[in-house]
Nanobody, 125 residues
Framework: QVQLQESGPGLVMSSQTLSLTCSVSGGSIRTSCYYWSWIRQPPGKGLEWIGYTDCNGYTEYSPALKSRTSISRDTSKNQFTLQLSSVTPEDTAVYYC?????????????????WGQGTQVTVVS
């Protein structure tokens, strides 16, 4: 059974870069050809898809965030990482890593069975 776990700082200063890591167990991000994604949920809003990497290292990003987003992977550690630059308080959200989802826009929890527990990131001015 695949399990995902997010890690990273819970507090980020405005204009800085948010960096989160997803550690995957029970499956290889190098050989399991799924979408390994990042998704976030701002306060009072739905789940917003950010982007994904796949088994070949290919990436796709939400057009709304593309200019500030980078997703990379470390196959030796079975991890993939989100970097979101030039953050503002509007980037405050619970950030989730996920296996399966590639959908520009809003997604539903029920769209996938494979989610990390989520990590709260607060951006302060």
């Amino acid at each position: 059974q695949v399990q995902l776990q997010e890690s990273g700082p819970g507090l980020v200063m405005s204009s800085q870069t948010l960096s989160l890591t997803c550690s995957v167990s029970g499956g290889s991000i190098r050989t399991s050809c799924y979408y390994w994604s990042w998704i976030r949920q701002p306060p009072g809003k739905g789940l917003e898809w950010i982007g994904y990497t796949d088994c070949n290292g290919y990436t796709e990003y939400s057009p709304a965030l593309k200019s500030r987003t980078s997703i990379s992977r470390d196959t030796s550690k079975n991890q993939f990482t989100l970097q979101l630059s030039s953050v503002t308080p509007e980037d405050t959200a619970v950030y989730y890593c996920n296996r399966d989802l590639f959908e520009v826009g809003w997604v539903k929890r029920s769209d996938s069975d494979y989610w990390g527990q989520g990590t709260q990131v607060t951006v302060v001015s």
